[in-house]
């Protein structure tokens, strides 16, 4: 297969776990006689420094020509203490998300074994987890009517969902848990919220369509809780946009690194693949930081084309990684690799994974694993 392939570096540690991923990716190409071209473009604070705009309208015609985009992060900590600048570099992201209809946000969250230790929670309570988090991403409150009064005592956030919006993610959404354990859960608020009432109308409706799956209904709160609770009750979660940034924050806990976690932005026409851990600006040039999810990101961008075997084969080389301790300071406190030799280890392994033994001082002088 042939694809074209937007890199959109970004910022802090971005422009490092894509590297990675790009290695990673072309060992697949080599493995399975594939061809992917790249085209690099800026966004971010990158771009504001450069175009005072952080999705240039060059960045946006690269993406528009690609089979698919993969994204590293944006921000910089200059802009953590001005709220109120007019040019940010997370409008970028948000730009690029509405003018290529990225309506689906798609973040599966899984634990392994030999990390279970690494969570914040106990290990038997997310021993197995394993869910797929559904973020409906262009409607709602993030894109609705903003008021601030003249007197600046009072303001006003409008939340819009149209039946078109709420039926193309739950589509994705029952697709998705048709293949996998067979189960849905909306979360939503209505009790409350009419666009909600609206959600639980629709979904329940296009139930039908899916009688293999079984679909659960939880208000937002309630859902927040039996995420720390019980994650391993929960397959795939459907929602509306600002519950869903929530949640699947929320749920970043439970694999024991924020590093491991990959996301997807299904559109129409185009799909943007990123990591979720954001731009790490301390360890910026450091290599330190984790490339897992953004290898695991381009793993979700082969399943997208239905390169099946070629994501597993990404996949197991990573949980090769993760088993034999092969992995960044977040991690692996007391012996860790850097951000470039997980990836060597990682690519290495796609290529011959018969071969590709342990040698720590090998990886260290960036020499080849493979015997």
């Known amino acids: 297969m042939k694809l074209k392939i937007a890199l959109l570096p970004g910022d802090g540690i971005g422009p490092e776990v894509i590297q990675q991923a790009v290695k990673v990716l072309n060992a697949i190409a080599e493995k399975y006689t594939h061809t992917f071209e790249y ?26 020509d690609a089979d698919a ?16 600048a007019e040019v940010r570099p997370e409008q970028g992201l948000l730009q690029l998300r509405k003018k290529l209809g990225l309506f689906a946000n798609i973040r599966p969250v899984h634990t392994y074994t030999s990390l279970l230790h690494k969570s914040n929670l106990k290990e038997h309570v997310i ?7 559904y973020r409906e991403l262009t ?15 009072s303001a006003v956030d409008t939340c819009n969902y149209s039946v078109e919006e709420i039926d193309r993610i739950a589509i994705l959404a029952f697709e998705a848990a048709k293949l996998r354990r067979k189960k849905l859960t909306l979360v939503d608020k209505s ?15 296009i139930s039908k369509q899916f009688p293999s799956v079984k679909l659960n209904f939880l208000y937002a709160d309630n859902a927040a809780m039996q995420l720390i609770l019980k994650p391993t009750q929960f397959d795939i979660i459907l929602t509306e946009n600002m519950i869903g940034d929530i949640l699947s924050d929320e749920a970043s806990v439970i694999s024991g690194s924020i590093g491991l976690l990959a996301s997807a932005s299904i559109g129409k026409h185009t799909a943007l693949f990123e990591p979720i851990h954001g731009s790490y600006p301390t360890a910026k ?5 984790n490339p897992l999810a953004a290898i695991l990101s381009a793993a979700m961008l082969l399943d997208h084309f239905e390169l099946y075997d070629e994501a597993e084969n990404i996949r197991l080389a990573v949980e090769k990684s993760i088993d034999l301790n092969i992995t960044t300071p977040d991690l692996n406190t007391t012996n860790h690799f850097s951000t470039t030799n997980v990836g060597n280890f990682i690519s290495d392994f796609i ?21």
């Open 39 to 64: 085209s690099k473009g800026l966004v971010g604070d990158v771009a504001i420094k450069e175009f005072n705009n952080p999705l240039p309208e060059e960045t946006l015609k690269i993406c528009a």
């Open 69 to 84: 985009i993969l994204f590293g992060a944006i921000g910089d900590p200059k802009y953590d203490n001005n709220p109120n």
């Open 127 to 133: 021993d197995g987890a394993d869910l797929v988090i």
């Open 139 to 153: 409607g709602g409150i993030y894109f609705g009517e903003r008021k601030l009064s003249d007197d600046k005592l």
């Open 191 to 205: 009790n409350v919220l009419e666009t909600s009432k609206l959600w639980r109308t629709r979904v329940a409706e």
């Open 285 to 289: 040039g450091k290599n330190i930081a």
């Open 351 to 371: 290529l011959d994974d018969d071969n590709t033994f342990y040698n720590k001082s090998n990886i260290d002088l960036g020499q080849s694993t493979i015997i």
